[in-house]
């Protein structure tokens, strides 16, 4: 592992001479950094380790404090007004822009995301290139394993990136960081890059048999077809997920979305937690009652019958106080609304500060994953539970017209675990029902599912941004102009919606 991190800064400087070399074709720069890079990878051994580590940087872009925090509560799943990792910014109403300054408090908001995906890339680009050049990690077997796992992390990082940024870089193993000019690409590209290196790693699993070692996604030594299910996950997702509204995810190839779906991962994908480099900060934080707590909006109150959410709905924002939620879902406190449900607890008064927004008050905590929280980030995370590509599969379903099917998959969930009554195929409200069973259900399982699937879906808050941009290190480097999105009326923002039509009938 010492090896992967001493690659990783290393990286960091040759990004820098990359980024300059991009906005300046005509710049002759020598890259320092090559000789170096070239003596960290003498051995297959070290090879082997690059590769190995690559997925744990995409972890930390994507898993870790910032940017995860930030837009679970962007995304109105978790709520807090404490200003760690851009939490209270993040959701603060009205909705302000983000500030992109490289002197921001919270700019790792923005920059683990961008810095750590590189990270991960360069990585695998690294390790691609050495077997390119015809190294062999012990024989052939291990060599078409590590190639293979290599395109996943490129798949994964670019996907993230297009998930994340409005644009990025296209970087694989035929680049030359020193020589290439390389162009910002749009979101949608990146994602088709994404997909292809996807489906690269897909066709190479395919054809041969081997074995993860456990340590390479932490407690999980995926066999092929193992592996080949948490590809196609992964494919679905982003192929619904990178829609920024809802006009755009209904342009989705849903009948590609449903051909991955149905051959993804069909039990909960697990990593486990080590307390050093392997944890959560959802599911650390993000089940702590001091630090967040669930929000009403888009997430609890929807399942409340008594007319206590739309009275809040109607009340002014400012003016927003918590309220006690009537259900008969039996993931929430049912006959007692202090209680404790099986996904949801009464936690009583938070302690957020008033003078920050009491809007941001909530009296409930979702504590369905506190099992990594409560052994110090040492137990399970739950990274993908296995209804999410049940539900990618019934959106697709619903998309496509098969209404009945769909109803069936989302009755799995709102029956067996909320112990409520079946809906039909023919319910108007059927797309509601299954944002309702998905925001339940795959609560806090990785970084950027809610925010991602509620921007495509529209019941974003007025303001919020629909993606986030370069951060403003890279563009100073770039010696571009910094920029930014959101805020109401803003570049890239959620548009004014009714929060009473997009939630206007749930389990009663």
């Not at 019934?394 to 769909?406: F, H, Q, S």
């Not at 941009?469 to 920029?483: A, F, S, T």
Request: aromatic share 12%; glycine share 8%.
């Amino acid at each position: 592992m010492k090896a992967v991190k001493l690659l990783s800064s290393l990286f960091l400087g040759a990004w820098a001479v990359f980024s300059l070399t991009a906005c300046s074709p005509d710049l002759n720069v020598t890259n320092q950094n090559a000789p170096d890079t070239e003596r960290a990878l003498a051995s297959p051994s070290d090879v082997e380790s690059l590769i190995a580590g690559s997925f744990l940087d995409w972890w930390a872009a994507t898993q870790y404090s910032a940017p995860s925090m930030g837009l679970s509560t962007a995304a109105d799943e978790l709520t807090s007004s404490w200003g760690n990792w851009h939490m209270q910014n993040a959701s603060t109403e009205p909705r302000i822009p983000f500030d992109n300054s490289p002197s921001y408090r919270y700019r790792a908001f923005v920059q683990n995301s961008w810095y750590n995906c590189y990270s991960a890339i360069s990585s695998a680009n690294d390790g691609l290139k050495q077997i390119a050049n015809g190294l062999i990690i012990e024989d052939e077997l291990r060599t078409h394993r590590a190639k293979t796992f290599a395109k996943f992390v490129q798949g994964l990082a670019h996907g993230w990136l297009a998930l994340f940024h409005d644009k990025a870089f296209i970087v694989d193993e035929t680049v030359d960081l020193t020589t290439d000019q390389v162009d910002f690409k749009p979101y949608n590209e990146v994602m088709q890059a994404a997909l292809g290196f996807l489906q690269e790693a897909l066709t190479l699993a395919q054809e041969k048999d081997f074995t993860l070692p456990e340590n390479w996604i932490n407690g999980n030594p995926l066999t092929s077809a193992e592996f080949q299910k948490l590809i196609h996950t992964y494919m679905a997702r982003f192929m619904a997920q990178v829609a920024r509204t809802p006009e755009e995810r209904a342009a989705v190839d849903w009948n590609a979305v449903l051909a991955h779906a149905e051959q993804a991962i069909d039990q909960d994908f697990v990593v486990q937690g080590d307390g050093n480099i392997w944890w959560s900060r959802l599911q650390l934080q993000g089940q702590h009652p001091i630090w967040v707590r669930a929000d009403y909006m888009n997430s609890l109150g929807p399942a409340d019958t008594s007319g206590n959410y739309q009275a809040w709905l109607n009340t002014p924002v400012q003016d927003r106080l918590p309220f006690l939620i009537h259900t008969a879902d039996q993931r929430f406190p049912v006959g007692n609304p202090e209680g404790q449900g099986t996904y949801i607890m009464y936690a009583g008064q938070p302690r957020h500060r008033p003078d920050r927004g009491t809007y941001h008050f909530s009296y409930y905590l979702h504590y369905r994953f506190n099992e990594h929280l409560l052994s110090g980030a040492t137990g399970p995370i739950y990274l993908i539970v296995k209804e999410e590509p049940m539900f990618l599969k019934a959106e697709a379903l619903i998309r496509l017209g098969r209404n009945d099917e769909a109803a069936a998959i989302i009755n799995q969930t709102r029956v067996n675990n909320g112990g409520l009554p079946p809906v039909s195929g023919d319910d108007p409200d059927l797309m509601k029902k299954l944002i309702y069973e998905k925001r339940l259900e795959c609560w806090t399982t990785s970084g950027g599912l809610a925010f991602f699937d509620a921007r495509g879906w529209g019941i974003l808050v007025t303001g919020t941004p629909l993606h986030w941009p370069v951060p403003g290190k890279e563009l100073e480097i770039l010696q571009q102009e910094i920029y930014t999105f959101g805020g109401v009326g803003g570049p890239a923002s959620a548009p004014k919606r009714s929060r009473e039509d997009v939630f206007a009938v749930y389990p009663e």
